[in-house]
């Protein structure tokens, strides 16, 4: 792979998120944990994700997030703690991971009473 394959920008937390990762995804694994993308918020396992800054870009056509924080003392912590990389793969799969886990999510279609 080449650096002509990969781009990445730096954006602040409040710059939200690509629209293909905004919303409501399942674990495909265990329905019952959910990840939500809405703007820059990121919430996971029903913990909202307390990050500095995104690092944005796509790797051999893949949409990527790498969640980060900027006190390097706490970043060993916070790779362990959060969901630190997000992946839309070219063939449209999530991929939420960090150092202990890594699952995929299906987007969580609203149920026609709106839920």
Known sequence: MGW???SVERFGRDAALPNEMQGRWADMDDPSCELIIQGGEVICFGQS???DYK??????GALTVSLKVD?????????RSNITELVVTP???FHAYNVKFASQFERVRSRPDGS
């Open 91 to 93: 063939e449209g799969d």
């Open 49 to 51: 994700v307390r990050y």
């Open 4 to 6: 002509e394959d990969q």
């Open 71 to 79: 006190d390097e003392a706490l970043e060993d912590t916070f790779q």
């Open 55 to 60: 690092l944005i870009g796509t790797d051999d």
